[in-house]
């Protein structure tokens, strides 16, 4: 086995408007989900970042407010759609949504 390609998604600057707060340190990667062009990579502090396989570069992050810990990915092969599951601090991390 051999590195053919290498992904960050850390960025400590902040990346959008909405500065999410978990992007200031590195944790580790616990999900990776290939799917068609692009590779998604879930880290243990629940943040999701999203690379195109094409110019392996980062097109975005999945997590829609600093609220949102993503804590698992599947992609549906049938309807080519990705299935996250979150917890939210709004709720205290009380209950899952998908």
């Not at 590195?3 to 616990?30: A, I, N, Q, S, W």
């Not at 590779?39 to 829609?64: P, W």
């Not at 299935?83 to 991390?93: K, R």
């Amino acid at each position: 086995m051999r590195l053919t390609e290498e992904y960050d998604t850390h960025e400590p600057k902040g990346y959008c408007p909405l500065v999410l707060p978990f992007l200031m340190k590195r944790t580790k990667v616990v999900e990776i989900v290939a799917a068609r062009d692009i590779v998604f990579a879930l880290a243990y502090s629940g943040v999701c970042t999203a690379f195109s396989r094409e110019t392996n570069e980062r097109i975005g992050f999945l997590n829609l407010s600093p609220e949102e810990v993503i804590r698992s990915l599947f992609y549906n092969k049938k309807n080519d759609s990705l299935i996250t599951v979150s917890i939210y601090a709004l709720d205290n991390f009380s209950s899952l949504k998908c």
